[in-house]
Each structure stands twice: as C-alpha cells, then as structure tokens.
C-alpha cells in the first residue's frame, strides 16, 4: 500500500493513480532531473536529454508489446479525441465504402459521431437496445472485405464493459480505443492497423496520447492533412512536430520503466489486474442482490466495476462512509450514475481488497 493513503485508494475513472514509485521520481524531477540538473517543467524539448526519453520509451513499449519495426510509436496531442478524427481523416476520406464502428457505449457513441464528418459510417451493432449492459457475441457480427477499417473501442470506462477477444477480418485494417486498457494486459498489437491510448488510466497523466501505426497505414495520409493531423508528420519529426508534452512524456517513459522492472511485464501485471476484478465482482456477487452490477458476466472489465445500489438514499450514504474512510473517486460517470470502482494497473491489490471490505461492511449494515 501506499504511504500516502488519499493516493492509495484512489478509484477514480480518470485521470487514474500513478505507482507511488514514479509519483516520487516525478516529484525529485520538478525539482531537478539527476541527469540534467533541471526541472522537468524546463527542459527543452528539442535537448538530446528529451530525444533520449522519447528514444527510451518507444523502445519500452516495444519490449512490452512485443512491436515490430513495421509499426511506429508516436506521442501525440489532443487526447483520443484527436484521434477520433486523425483516422477517419486518414482512412475514411473520399472513399465510397462505409467504415464499420461497433458502437458499445458512451465512447463509442462519440468517435461515430466525429467519423461521420469523413465519409460513410456504417454502425454494424450497437447496444442501445439492451442499454449498453452486454458487448455482441460473434453471431451477432458481420463485417465486410470492402469496409476501409473496422474500429471499436476495447474498453468502454463508462459502463465497464470491455472486450476479451479481438474483433474482425484480418484482411481489413483494425483500430481500436485502447485508451483504459491500453499496457493493462498483454496484446496481439500487430493484429490492428492502429491502436491509440490517451496516458490518463494506466500509463502517465493527461497531456499525451501514445498512438501505434502500422507503416502502410501512415503512408495513406494526404498530403492535404494540416500536418498536425497527418501521421506521416509526426513520425518524421520524431514525435516532436510542435512542442510537445515534455513532463507527460517523461511520466510514460518512468510508467514503462516500472511495468517491465518492478512488475515483471504485461502478463503478471495481468495477473495483478484479474486479482483486483475477482474480488470487487466477487463482492457484488456475494451481496444477493444488494450491489448490483451494469456489465453482463461475460463482459465484465478488469478495468472499471460499475455497479448500482438498490435506491438513491443508500448510494448517497455509500459515498459519504466511503469518502470518510479516504476512499476517492467512486462517483459513477455523469452519464448513467451509480458507482464506478476504476482499479487501472497502480491500484494496488491491498486497496481493492480495502474496498471490498467496505462493501461487504456497507451490506451487513443496511440488509
């Protein structure tokens, strides 16, 4: 656990908990970066010392992911929303085939929106129906050769819902919204044409988005792009088109660092995830009803637990005990309310297991 236990029990859907081991590298470095005898918050970006960290943690996320040279590692601006129209932009321009989007949830309903204004957009299953509880099973799937991409989000925050497989024709380039889930787990990366991730769950703070894409893909942007949206730009400038993110990078790259040294990589920080979603679904499973949960079993989120209590008076008591024994961030999303239990990889296992106790505490009380 954290020394710091407002730090340690920080649930919240984002901007996520950072390792308390990086928390005090980034707190030396506002100070002074050993290496450069500089704050953080004033080194330049064009110093070889800032080329080196962004050298570093490509290489990082290489190692992690197992990332061929096929494929480029960039560090971008504008959150996933950038990138909500960067591929569309990229992909979708001027073709007379509709892309196919999954719409899953609150995310998902927000990049169809922004592909619409590329081109066509053909949504091939939405949950709606069944009020985003369940993601679709592959009977209920259908995808074309001619579609340009198929793009989904793998993690949908709001309603805790996440996809355990990966969708699609191999012979149709694959993108996918990887932002909550994103160096989570391990992942087959080489079978999507790009992946993006915003850094503010589980790999950095906000202000910089780590985008993957393949060659082939980035050689399709139009030279018409503004170069701020055009791939083939910031691979070329080395993720240093304009000013970037510099503190945001450094973050990622110290995040990276303590996935590969301190936890051993993706599959036992897998292993450390699952540990946490067993013991929050197995505390509203044991509750007979009293928590009751958003997702459907079988696609329930390692990420986010979001769950109901049975009325508005017991959820308000629920946040009030929670708050005062220093739990934060258990709000639900503004968009369906209840509670959301984020446990992104710097939760740690003591603090799920804290949570749980609560839980069942809170249950014992009001049944």
Aim: hydrophobic fraction near 40%; include cysteine; aromatic fraction near 10%.
């Amino acid at each position: 656990m954290s020394t710091n236990p407002r730090n340690a029990l920080n649930f919240s859907g984002g901007p996520g908990a950072l390792p308390e081991s990086v928390l005090a590298e980034v707190q030396q470095s506002i100070v002074e970066v050993p290496e450069t005898g500089l704050s953080i918050l004033g080194i330049s970006h064009r110093s070889d010392w800032f080329a080196a960290v962004v050298d570093e943690a490509e290489r990082n996320i290489r190692t992690l992911l197992g990332l061929s040279e096929n494929y480029h590692v960039l560090f971008l601006q504008g959150g996933a929303t950038q990138q909500f129209s960067m591929v569309p932009m990229t992909l979708l321009r001027g073709k007379e085939h509709p892309a196919e989007y999954i719409d899953s949830g609150y995310w998902s309903r927000k990049v169809i929106a922004e592909a619409r204004r590329e081109g066509p957009v053909k949504t091939i299953w939405s949950g709606e129906s069944c009020g985003f509880n369940r993601l679709p099973t592959d009977d209920e799937l259908s995808f074309s050769a001619d579609a340009p991409y198929l793009h989904y989000v793998a993690n949908e925050t709001v309603e805790g819902l996440q996809f355990h497989r990966v969708l699609g024709r191999d012979d149709v380039p694959r993108i996918c919204d990887m932002s909550s889930d994103f160096l989570s787990k391990p992942c087959d990366a080489e079978k999507f044409s790009v992946i993006y991730a915003h850094a503010q769950k589980n790999i950095g703070p906000a202000g910089v988005t780590v985008v993957l894409v393949k060659d082939e893909i980035a050689q399709q942007a139009s030279d018409d792009l503004p170069s701020f949206l055009n791939y083939r730009k910031h691979i070329e400038a080395r993720s240093n088109l304009n000013t970037p993110p510099v503190f945001a990078i450094y973050v990622v790259l110290l995040v990276t660092r303590w996935l590969l040294n301190d936890v051993g990589g993706l599959e036992k920080m897998a292993q450390i995830n699952r540990s946490k979603a067993e013991l929050l679904y197995s505390a509203l499973d044991n509750a007979d009803g009293f928590y009751r949960g958003w997702a459907a079993r079988a696609d329930r989120s390692t990420m986010n637990v979001a769950f109901n209590l049975p009325n508005a008076q017991l959820q308000q008591a629920f946040f009030e005990q929670s708050r005062a024994l220093g739990f934060s961030g258990l709000e639900g999303h503004r968009a369906i309310g209840g509670v959301r239990a984020s446990i992104y990889n710097a939760l740690s296992v003591q603090a799920a297991q804290k949570l749980t106790e609560f839980m069942d505490s809170f249950h014992r009380q009001h049944r």
